[in-house]
């Protein structure tokens, strides 16, 4: 089979760590190999008492859980896990070229073809998701890798959940990227998903997200502002934006999730044939 290890119980002793990857708000991630079959994974480490203290235990099992099943191209590979008395630490797949938080501070803003790229990565692992009844509900690009060939790989599932019930709306991460019905606490579906590509995709190619607010004197009053944009879906398109680019941003912020474009119709739109090499 392909290199994935079997699942097995892992001790630190069976990595050697190369140098730090980053520091998050729940722990750090390290560049490692796995000494026996000399594997590069990610090695995210965190603490069980902050863990504890922060009450991430449940949201913790299911990310794991959700992530360790799952097996595409677009969404980074978590191989396993293991704990020490203090530290849990989940092994993932390396994404050679960091977080495309990163890239898009460095290069401001991409191109509309290299938004139309990762947006076509998105629906297919999307699409992958969707089908096996996971919402992800945290797309931004805090929480999207790159992998050795610029492909995109979706991280961090802290906020996915299986969608055997729809979920009452529980609050998560900044606010810029939620639609309606979550600020609202509403019930919502796997549509989040969509309204999220649709901000990932104006922030892309604005480089930000379109109901921020940044002047605001206090994160209140901004979050503030930002909710009623959200609630009165507030688009305002830079004249350097395309009128494909747009049209498809605002067929994916609609303010009612059962108007929103659907996946399989993400890919035929003129945004998206016009922007991608011929597959
Ligand atoms: C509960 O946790 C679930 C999994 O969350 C993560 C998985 C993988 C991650 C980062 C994850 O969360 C954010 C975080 O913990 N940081 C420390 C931020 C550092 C950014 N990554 C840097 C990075 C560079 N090449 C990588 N290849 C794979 N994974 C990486 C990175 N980071």
């Not at 002793?13 to 190369?18: G, H, Q, R």
């Not at 067929?251 to 890919?267: A, C, E, F, T, V």
């Amino acid at each position: 089979g392909d290199k994935q290890p079997d699942i097995k119980h892992w001790t630190l002793e069976d990595f050697e760590v190369a140098r730090d990857l980053g520091k998050g708000n729940f722990g750090s991630v390290f560049l490692a190999r796995e000494k026996s079959r000399k594997l590069i994974v990610a090695l995210k480490v965190m603490y069980k008492q902050q863990i504890k203290d922060m009450g991430i235990q449940k949201q913790l099992e299911r990310e794991i859980n959700i992530q360790g099943h799952l097996r595409h191209p677009n969404i980074l590979g978590l191989y396993g896990y293991f704990h020490d008395d203090k530290r849990i630490f989940i092994i993932l797949e390396y994404a050679a070229n960091g977080a495309l938080y990163d890239e898009l501070r460095k290069r401001i803003r991409f191109t509309e073809e290299e938004a139309a790229k990762y947006i076509a990565q998105m629906v297919d692992a999307l699409g992958y998701l969707h089908s096996n009844q996971v919402i992800h509900r945290d797309i931004k690009p805090e929480n999207l890798m790159l992998g050795r060939n610029g492909e995109i790989k979706i991280g961090d599932f802290g906020w996915s959940v299986r969608t055997e019930r729809l979920k009452r709306g529980t609050l998560c991460g900044t606010l810029d990227y939620l639609p309606p019905e979550m600020v609202e606490g509403r019930v919502h579906d796997k549509n989040v998903d969509i309204w999220s590509l649709g901000i990932l995709l104006y922030e892309l190619i604005v480089g930000s997200p379109p109901f921020e607010e940044k002047q605001a004197e206090n994160d209140d009053v901004s979050s503030a502002i930002t909710y009623e944009r959200i609630r009165n879906v507030e688009l305002h398109f830079p004249k350097y934006v395309s009128k494909d680019a747009a049209d498809l941003i605002s067929k994916l912020l609609k303010y009612n999730s059962g108007d929103r474009l659907p996946l399989r119709n993400i890919m035929h739109h003129p945004f998206i044939v016009k922007n991608l090499p011929e597959t």
